[in-house]
């Protein structure tokens, strides 16, 4: 339980003296109900906490889901190119956001954006094994000598040794991947070591959580709590 000055100071609304006056002049409601002491304690994960009627997140971390267009790289800043986090809409922006995980520029999909640490951490950690799905459009159809080839693990060019993986033929020259670890350019490369070259990239899955087909190209919005642990549980 937190004191309701104290969240609404974290979450930028102003100063310790205004936030407590704004409390006291009446603009502030948890649960919809009118607080006026700035003392007031709350579970800021729990409660819903509005100013002025508009709901406020108060959540100590948030986690956003974006369907990552081509043309925009996976960091916080870059000199020439848009970032993945200049998509964040105000409503859902915070100090400290990045990219929870790199996707290529010119990859599209799914991708997930949070200001937790720890949680991109697990994500990403190869200990961890997340399993990640992607759809390939590549310049020739794979044969089962591919899928044999994915399923032992690729050994890439330069030589690295990969875990198993799992290619799946869609169709004609399209195939889905799942992969449990992220090295860069890891698809690519894959496809590269068996002849293949890689025309279009979209990650569609991480761990079990889909990216919503809904969510239009360059569009974001907060993953659900069900979504959330999603990501650890299933592949
Ligand atoms: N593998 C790639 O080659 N590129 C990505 O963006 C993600 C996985």
């Known amino acids: 339980m937190e004191r309701l000055d104290k969240i609404l100071v974290s979450q930028g609304v102003g100063s310790r003296k205004e936030v407590q006056k704004i409390i006291r002049s009446k603009r502030v409601s948890v649960d919809s109900k009118l607080v006026t002491k700035p003392e007031f304690k709350l579970?800021?994960?729990?409660?819903?906490?509005?100013?002025?009627?508009?709901?406020?997140n108060t959540k100590k971390h948030i986690y956003i889901m974006l369907n990552k267009p081509s043309?925009?790289?996976?960091?916080?800043?870059?000199?020439?190119?848009?970032?993945?986090?200049?998509?964040?809409?105000?409503?859902?922006?915070?100090?400290?956001?990045?990219?929870?995980?790199?996707?290529?520029?010119?990859?599209?999909?799914?991708?997930?954006?949070?200001?937790?640490?720890?949680?991109?951490?697990r994500l990403t950690s190869p200990k961890n094994h997340?399993?990640?799905?992607?759809?390939?459009?590549?310049?020739k159809t794979p044969t089962d000598e591919d899928v044999k080839a994915f399923e032992k693990g690729i050994i890439?060019?330069?030589?690295?040794?990969?875990?198993p993986?799992?290619?799946?033929?869609?169709s004609d020259k399209t195939a889905r991947v799942r992969i449990r670890e992220g090295k860069f350019h890891q698809v690519k490369k894959m496809f590269a070591a068996r002849s293949?070259?890689?025309?279009?990239?979209?990650?569609e899955k991480i761990g079990g959580?889909?990216?919503?087909?809904?969510?239009?190209?360059?569009?974001?919005?907060?993953?659900?709590?069900?979504?959330?642990?999603?990501?650890f549980v299933v592949k």
């Open 209 to 231: 959580l889909v990216l919503d087909s809904n969510l239009t190209k360059g569009s974001c919005r907060e993953l659900t709590n069900t979504e959330k642990e999603a990501i």
């Open 130 to 139: 997340v399993w990640k799905t992607y759809l390939a459009e590549l310049d």
């Open 71 to 121: 043309g925009f790289v996976s960091a916080t800043e870059d000199n020439l190119s848009r970032t993945v986090i200049e998509l964040v809409p105000d409503e859902l922006y915070r100090r400290g956001l990045f990219p929870a995980g790199r996707l290529d520029k010119d990859t599209e999909g799914l991708m997930i954006i949070t200001d937790d640490g720890d949680f991109a951490h």
């Open 43 to 56: 579970d800021a994960e729990l409660s819903e906490v509005t100013l002025d009627g508009q709901t406020l």
């Open 196 to 203: 293949m070259r890689v025309m279009y990239l979209r990650r």
């Open 156 to 163: 890439l060019e330069d030589g690295t040794s990969l875990l």
């Open 165 to 170: 993986a799992e290619l799946e033929i869609v």
